[in-house]
């Protein structure tokens, strides 16, 4: 018999995401509804100190499991000292087995950093840093409430280089207030030229709760600038993909870019069910077919870790039965340019895929929003798919 | 009940413009008479359908019967028999009075006279009842009493003098009121010894005692045993029970006679064997005549209700059928559309009768239910000489063998403040209506009488006239007959194909404007979809209004990361829910409500 089977413990290890929320920004942005908010010094080390106490406490649960991504998020990371990321990161060293080549990012402010701090940050461990840019063009980034310009960002990718970052994301947005599409498109050209390795091109969605929401969301005209008409934002949409591709990027999901091989493993993560672990305020978590978050409470959460609880903060635990799953196979797997594996599905699933959505599949393929290729063995969204997929995406959902 | 003497009985109801009062005064007499302590009652006791509380008002009319000591020393049997007050139920009104000897008339001491007012004081001076008014609302700071009595005087030519100060709602004089109606109202006459002659003024299906009849007996007497006849439909029953009415309560007895007011059961399986308005003779010794005023209420109001999910179907005519057991003037017959498919065409008195139908269908039988447009009757005379009564626009012969059409019209009263005559005016000229007259009621306020075509003010006319006059204006009508007039039907088309459900019958001047309003309504009701949809009102083929549903051309969710994705998933499924409510129509989903909601056309100031 082989090792393996003898010692199932020393065979080959399930793959792991860690994320890390940090829930602190310097100001909150006016279209933000992330958790985050300001905060003083003293409660950020608290934070940091219960967070560090979280994961004492729950990295014994996940021997089996090797940590392939690791994503610090927020808020603004690097609102963070180097000492604090250093410590996070040696805690998790010590408790976790990571890959050798294990892709560790954080999300970054250009108006938070300096070359000093980059430095720190990359000695720490940090192997992947992104930088939350949204646009290159200054007037923008008042009206969006950021605290930096179209300079410090430049100033700060070129400190990233020089402190050896040689994995850069850039986060941009579109469809922002007073933006057009020829401001748009010389911000992606702007950012192309600078080739990081990886660009995020989201959209703006007007979220309840906002400052935002309280301009555009009810549609009461003011004196702030309008957002785009419908048109305006379907084309710069459209346009961005192809731009992009001249700069040697390629759309590998919905809304992200990447020079050849430098996807980022984390997000892909999601989008294939990957398993991964949240630690932090109101972090997700899927582990074995089981969602949940942590409490999105500050207090709460702080009280949970630095006073020893007994309760562990999880909330809305969500146990997905097969049906969910396969849901989720698909409206996730679906935001992937390449779409989904057929045979993945009826491993997964022990069942076809046309079993459970053969109607579905049908219409969608006459509607000309999906496509099977590499001769019926893979779906994938069309690019009038991926313009529609909200729509897509939901025929997926199965009846209660 | 033995010993009363007929003299000492009087039958009376309350007549008043909506909420002045009347209900409340109504709870207020029996809570004062002998009958319910304050701690029974409970709000507004004769209103006892949950609906009518809500709204409320008073649909069914019912009948209390209590005992008031004078003081005089005297015993009264006080029967006070209640009217539905909406403008739909004018004839179910009308039999109710014709069940009395008097009226007492209640005005609101800070509103003043107002269109219905006048409407149900005419009707009971028609019926010949002795009408006294009693002023309400005393208690409100806006309170004009001394204004409020002059006008009754000069208005409706009422003595007012010592008509009783009251506040209903406190108990405040309640007993000046009694004693008014034991010295004002006359005993009833008829002789017990006489041929039974009795007017049926409402009924009521109990399932263990079949129909209940309402009457009041004018001559005769009737016990259990006596075989009854109804003289319109010469049916014949035996009596099993006859009794009075406690409130809410039914109390046999063992005979009722001339002046009386009571209800009978006889075993009478269908609600229409028992008509209101009829008359209840003993078939072995009839009276020789019928009591006037018999007539068949027809509806006025049409439209076609279909179930949501077609396999509802047999759960919508069951309860149609059930509601019908008490509404003998509900209307329906089955019908087909090819856009909706198998349904029915319902008749209603009015809007409000509608309404109140379809909620009750919705909530009472929770059915899901698609409503269209509702119509009136119109008059096609073909080119043969026929002539046929057109529920349905649908129905509407080809217009090559139609020599002409007519339309209801009505008369109608309108009270305004002088400040919005202007705009009422306008509106009435709008609804193509015909100027009578003006009258000014004192001052500040006007009578404006005007003819209108029934089908310009069913929909939302009555808002209309309230927002054009910032809630001051009021209106009653009644029907005149029927006129030739230049009608066209006006077909709604969606993705170029004809949607039967959506065709009306509409006067030739107003199509286009119609046309229009409709198809911009439905523009704004139907979801986009992955192609343009366009929607288009045609009059005989030809297209006369056009909008366009642009297609959906992006719908993505461009950020979503791992705490998403249970968000992600929520407003997913919010996408698939709204199909829910949807109607297929070819390749366009349509909205439920949209159907009904291109009633809502006025333009509100």
Known sequence: MSKEILNPAA??????????HIPFCRQKCLYCDFLSAPARETVIERYVDALCAQIDREAAGYRDFCVRTVFIGGGTPSLLSTEQIRRIMELLCTHFKLEKDAEITMESNPGTLDYDRLCGYRRAG???????????????????????????????YEAARAAGFDNINVDLMSALPGQTLE?????????????????????????????????????????????????????????????????????????????????????????ERTDYVGFGLGSASLVNDVRWKMTDNLSEFLRIFLEEDETDGKEEIWHLN???????????GLRLTQGISLRNFREQFKTGITDVYGTVLRRLEEEGLILFYEDGKRMKLTPKGVDLSNYVLAQFLLEE | MAGINQKNIRNFCIIAHIDHGKSTLADRIIEKTGLLTSREMQEQVLDNMDLERERGITIKSQAVRTIYRASNGEEYILNLIDTPGHVDFNYEVSRALAACDGAVLVVDAAQGIEAQTLANVYLALDHDLEVFPVINKIDLPSAEPERVKEEIEDVIGLEAHD????????????????????TKIPAPGGSPDNPLQALIFDSLYDPYKGVIVFFRVMEGRVRKGTKVKMMATGASFE??????????????????????????????????????????????????????????????????????????YPDLRDALEKLQLNDASLFYEPETSIALGFGFRCGFLGLLHLEIIQERLEREYNLDLVTTAPGVVYRVH????????????????DPSVIDYMEEPIVSAEIMVTTEFIGSIMELCQERRGRYLGMEYMEETRALLKYELPLNEIIYDFFDALKSRSRGYASFDYEMKGYERSELVKLDILINREEVDALSFIVHKDSAYDRGRKMCEKLKDEIPRHLFEIPIQAAVGGKIIARETVKAMRKDVLAKCYGGDITRKKKLLEKQKEGKKRMRQIGNVEIPQKAFMSVLKLDDTR
């Not at chain 1, 097969?322 to 996730?332: P, R, T």
Request: charged share 25%; aromatic share 10%.
């Open chain 1, 11 to 20: 065979g080959v290890k399930r793959p792991l995401g860690i994320y890390l």
């Open chain 1, 126 to 156: 940090i192997n992947r840093l992104s930088m939350g840019l949204q646009s290159a063009q200054d007037k923008e980034l008042k009206a969006l409430g950021r605290i930096h310009d179209y300079n410090t960002f430049l100033k700060n």
């Open chain 1, 183 to 271: 401001g748009w498109l010389d911000t992606l050209r702007k950012v192309a030229e600078l080739t990081p390795e990886h660009i995020s091109a989201y959209s703006l969605i007007i979220e309840e709760g906002t400052p935002f929401y309280e301009r555009y969301g009810e549609e009461k005209p003011g004196p702030w600038p309008p957002l785009p008409t419908e048109e305006e934002d379907r084309l710069m949409y459209e346009r961005t993909e192809q731009l992009l591709k001249e700069y040697g990027y390629h759309r590998y999901e919905i809304s992200n870019y990447a020079k050849p091989g430098r996807e980022c493993l984390h997000n892909v993560g999601y989008w």
């Open chain 1, 322 to 332: 097969g049906a969910e799953q396969m849901e989720e196979f698909m409206f996730l």
């Open chain 2, 163 to 182: 008509a009783p100060l009251i506040s209903a709602k406190n108990g405040i004089n309640i007993e000046e009121v009694l004693e008014q109606i034991v």
């Open chain 2, 239 to 312: 009596t099993v029970e006859v009794g009075y009415f406690g409130a809410g309560q039914f109390i046999p007895c063992e005979e009722l006679s001339a002046g009386m007011v009571g209800y009978l059961t006889a075993s009478i399986k269908n609600v229409k064997d028992t008509r209101v308005g009829d008359t209840v003779t003993d078939a072995d010794r009839p009276c020789s005549q019928p009591l006037p005023g018999y007539k068949k209420v027809n509806p006025m109001v049409y439209c076609g209700m279909y179930p949501a999910d077609g396999a509802k």
């Open chain 2, 382 to 397: 073909k080119t043969n000489g026929e002539m046929i009564e057109l529920t349905n626009p649908s129905n509407l012969p």
